[in-house]
């Protein structure tokens, strides 16, 4: 599997020029995008849907398109999702009746897979899933909104999924989103993350390039 991973989190862009910002963060140098779907009742906040996801592959968005499901339930919105161009569908376990069925027709409709695991929330889930599972998603802020302060306890989190994937042999990638910036990302590749999800620390920058060329070159030093 092909090193890390910077997906920045249009949470964080401006909204008013959605397809302009994208545009801008890809030539700035990130690898996919990610997009925040709250519903206002798995999280106390209410963002965007489907129709967005679609708008940004109208303008002619082809990076890869990585959707994060804070909704309960999510089944539908699965099928929604898939059919507007995601890539990527990630929930949460507490959000699905049947964990392994939503993973499942997340497979059946095109996309990758993945859990998200909240701060408080155990490892444990994973167990019986790996071998479907192609990203497994550690939360290191509550989720529902931007700009929250990274949780320090989510480095031996991470420590342990790392552990996880690599003795089930798998291709799973192990993201990170939450308080995620130039001055702690190195820690957390350090700690087995390969994929960084950063809305503030990159849209409320002047020079988007400049940002992740700082966090590339932090994560460069990883060994």
């Known amino acids: 599997m092909p090193g890390y991973v910077i997906a920045p989190s249009l949470l964080s862009a401006d909204f008013a020029r959605l397809g302009e910002e994208t545009e801008n963060v890809l030539k700035a140098g990130a690898d996919m995008l990610h997009l925040d779907v709250m519903d206002n009742h798995y999280v106390p906040n209410l963002t965007i849907g489907p129709l967005v996801c679609e708008a940004l592959r109208r303008y002619g968005i082809k990076a890869p398109i990585d959707v994060h499901l804070m909704t309960r339930p999510v089944d539908s919105l699965i099928i929604d999702f898939a059919n507007a161009g995601a890539s990527h569908l990630t929930f949460h376990p507490e959000a699905s009746d049947h964990i392994d069925r939503s993973l499942a027709l997340i497979h059946k409709h095109g996309c990758k897979a993945g859990l998200a695991i909240n701060p408080a929330t155990t490892l444990d889930c ?20 931007g700009g929250q302060q990274f949780i320090p306890a989510t480095l031996e989190k991470l420590k342990k999924a790392r552990l996880l994937i690599n003795n089930s042999g798998k291709n799973i ?51």
Not at 126 to 145: E, R, T, Y
Not at 178 to 199: C, R, S
Request: charged share 20%; glycine share 8%; no cysteine.
């Open 126 to 145: 994973l167990a019986h899933v790996m071998d479907k599972l192609d990203i497994i998603l550690v939360m290191s802020v509550n989720p529902g909104f």
């Open 173 to 223: 990638r192990l993201a990170i989103d939450g308080g995620i910036k130039t001055e702690n990302i190195h820690a957390v590749a350090q700690a087995g993350a390969d994929m960084f999800i950063a809305g503030s620390a990159i849209f409320t920058e002047p020079d988007y390039a400049s940002v992740i060329r700082a966090m590339r070159h932090e994560l460069n030093k990883v060994k």
